[in-house]
């Protein structure tokens, strides 16, 4: 078992979309902000402090950021940004924490697709919160290896912070 003396610390920004009515429950930043730390305890190999911002916003809003960084023009889930380039961004400055990027999610798309998972808007949020974390930290699936490896990496972040798939749902 691997234990670290010092765990990562990650600070949460999160936004909602001015166009966006949001539930309280789905925008609680101190449960995100747990669920993020949680998550970079099970992924993040060193201690360190780091900073992310997380969006949910609309189909248009996730689409002219589709098209304008991707050139597909149509709404998607989840888009990452990551602030740095690499397979894990390194300590330079141990005093400052790093930024990795932003996470924006389609609250839209994430309802239609918890609708056909069979699972809660919530969880379906998670999945894909922990999806866009992963792709700042440096991971990719650009092929059905990498993806199913990716896929197994989002599950156990799910399991971590007590959220799994109900009956009959899948991802």
Known sequence: MNIR?????????????????????????????????????????????????????????????????????????VLAFAALEADFPELNDPTEPIYLGDIVISLATATLQAQAQGHELLTELAWLAVHGFLHLLGWDHPDADSLTAMISEQKKCLEGIGLGLGPGSEF
């Open 5 to 77: 003396s010092i765990s990562p610390r990650v600070e949460l920004y999160l936004q909602v979309g001015d166009s966006l009515n949001v539930e309280p429950e789905i925008i609680n930043s101190d449960q995100w902000q747990a669920w993020f730390q949680g998550w970079s305890e099970l992924l993040m190999p060193e201690s360190g402090e780091y900073e992310l911002t997380l969006r949910l916003t609309d189909d248009s809003e996730i689409q002219a950021l589709n098209s304008q960084y991707r050139q597909i023009d149509r709404p998607t889930d």
